[in-house]
Structure formats: structure tokens, C-alpha cells
């Protein structure tokens, strides 16, 4: 899979550490500096590649247009601040996409799939994805999953052959899986393609019974249509 190299340049330690946890999601993204301070990026970019910087605007030693005023267009750009003033400023480098702290996550993959088209390789299709559990990163299969739950703060990603208990949601679970995966319930994911028989409550998967939830009965069945 080609990938695409990013930077991120943020003074805040709080916004690096969650935009290093969503590039860590996204197969095509491969993170190669990170850093608070513009200038050491600037020094990072005279000796090394990269395609694709997340940039914050508001930066005391540096200010984010001033930064691509001085890198120029050989790079593309995502934006990130908490000030919207600053959208149409940063639209007339080679901007990309412009997200409003707090970024979601969502909204971050919508950003990423645009730059995406913005290089010349072509979108390929993901087969597996990396999660963090018990402090090792695992790469998942998603025809190996045959449902994921939600339990709090977490998720239980349960394969045919074991389990993973990772930080992250549901919503941004079902962000990331391919159309064969529905949401049946409030708490649970399955992946069709592992469906034994549906009844009237429930969905029969290989050793697994999970409830349907009134509220998503409707649009399961539409999906079997």
C-alpha cells in the first residue's frame, strides 16, 4: 500500500497526542515527525520527505501561514486551530482541508480521504487495521472480526480466534470498517458476512448470540434487502 508521510506541528502536547492517535488508525497515513516547536520542523523538512503537514495556525514561535509562506507548495496542508478567522488566510497556500478544534475523529477521516485524492496513487482497499490493546498494537483482519461490543470507555473486538479490548468507541469503530459491518444494537457491531440466521431478537453468529435493538431492527433488515 503506498502511503502517505505526514508531519505534525502543534504547539499544543494535548491536540499532537490525538492526532498521532488517529493518523495510528488510518492504514495509508504513516506518521514521521511530530512536534511542538515550528522551527524544529522546519529542520526536520530541510533533510527529510514528507507529503502532507497538520498544522496548527496559532503558534508563539511561529505562526502556521508564516510556516507555509516559508516551506512553500511542495507540501499540502491540513489545518487545525480553534480559531475559525484564520480558515481563509490558509486556503490560499496549499491547503487541503481546514479542521476546527476539538477534531473529531470523523471529521479528521473525511479530511485525510480528500488529501488522499490529492496524490496520484490510486485509493486502494483496506483489508485489516491496527489496534492498541494490552500495550502491544495488533493488525485485525476484518474478515477475522465477528463482532465488536461496546463496554464504557472501551471496545471488545471479538475474531474467531480471540479478543481485544481497545480505548475507542463504537462510532469510531464503525468509522473504519468496510459495508459489511452493521450496527444492530446500541452496544454491538457484527459483520454479516459471519451471520449463521437472524431471528426475531437476535443474530446468530459461530458461538455468539447478540440482541437487535428495536431501534436498528428496521435498518438491518434493509441492509439484507
Avoid: W
Avoid at 28 to 48: D, G, H, R
Avoid at 53 to 58: A, E, R, S
Avoid at 101 to 121: C, H, I, T
Avoid at 123 to 138: A, D, L, M, P
Amino acid at each position: 500500500m503506498n502511503k502517505i508521510k505526514c508531519i505534525i506541528v502543534d504547539d499544543e502536547p494535548l491536540a499532537i497526542s490525538l492526532l498521532e492517535h488517529y493518523v495510528e488508525k488510518i492504514p495509508f497515513l504513516e506518521l514521521v515527525f511530530s512536534t511542538e516547536n515550528p522551527i524544529l520542523a522546519l529542520e526536520y523538512l530541510q533533510k527529510n520527505d514528507s507529503d502532507l503537514i497538520f498544522l496548527d495556525i496559532q503558534m508563539p514561535e511561529l505562526t502556521g501561514i508564516n510556516f507555509m509562506k516559508i516551506v512553500g507548495a511542495d507540501q499540502k496542508y491540513i489545518l487545525t486551530t480553534a480559531y475559525s478567522e484564520y480558515a481563509l488566510e490558509g486556503y490560499e497556500h496549499n491547503v487541503v482541508d481546514y479542521l476546527l478544534k476539538p477534531v473529531s475523529f470523523d471529521r479528521f477521516q473525511k479530511s485525510v480521504l480528500k488529501a488522499q485524492e490529492r496524490f496520484s496513487f490510486p485509493r486502494e482497499e483496506n483489508t485489516n487495521f491496527f489496534v492498541k490493546s494490552s500495550g502491544q498494537r495488533h493488525r485485525i483482519g476484518f474478515q477475522e472480526i465477528l463482532y465488536i461490543e461496546s463496554i464504557k470507555d472501551y471496545v471488545n473486538i471479538r475474531t474467531e480466534n480471540d479478543e481485544f479490548i481497545v480505548l475507542d468507541t463504537l462510532k469510531s469503530m464503525e468509522n473504519q470498517l468496510p459495508e459489511t459491518f452493521v450496527r444492530i444494537h446500541k452496544s454491538f457491531i457484527v459483520n454479516l458476512d459471519k451471520v449463521k440466521s437472524i431471528g426475531a431478537k437476535k443474530v446468530i453468529l459461530p458461538e455468539y448470540e447478540i440482541p437487535i435493538g428495536e431501534s436498528y431492527r428496521a435498518a438491518l433488515l434493509d441492509r439484507l434487502k
